[in-house]
């Protein structure tokens, strides 16, 4: 079992940058999956980024691509979200998912495939 516990949120202006952190509790975060998804007032969580038990495969949503960076350290039991030229419609709760690793299973965008969720951190964006 993992327990998860996001920080780093905040206000910044349009074209800003923030780094989100997840931090990881129990001895199997190294064998999980992570990612990020995101949620707005009103709207579906959507998947943001994601990162593979080893680090070694990364995957990003087509709104995030070349601006969001996702990346992790095991020795910490860390997951980083790094975001840059931040927009309004950046604006969400940011949560930090994971899945435990199935070989020769490729990264997940679907909420369902994650077990384990923090309680999210707000990010948002101003004009």
């Known amino acids: 079992q993992v327990q998860l516990e996001e920080s780093g949120g905040g206000l910044v202006q349009a074209g800003g940058s923030l780094r989100l952190s997840c931090a990881g509790f129990?001895?199997?975060?190294?064998?999980?999956?992570m990612a990020w998804f995101r949620q707005a007032p009103g709207k579906e969580r959507e998947f943001v980024a994601a990162i593979s038990w080893s680090g070694g495969d990364t995957y990003d949503a087509d709104s995030v691509k070349g601006r969001f960076t996702i990346s992790r350290d095991n020795a910490k039991k860390m997951v980083y979200l790094r975001m840059n030229s931040l927009k309004p419609e950046d604006t969400a709760v940011y949560y930090c998912?994971?899945?435990?690793?199935?070989?020769?299973?490729?990264?997940?965008?679907?909420?369902?495939?994650?077990?384990?969720w923090g309680q999210g951190t707000q990010v948002t964006v101003s004009s």
């Open positions: 998912a994971a899945a435990p690793q199935v070989p020769d299973t490729p990264l997940s965008d679907s909420p369902r495939r994650y077990a384990y």
């Open positions: 129990g001895r199997t975060f190294s064998s999980h999956d």
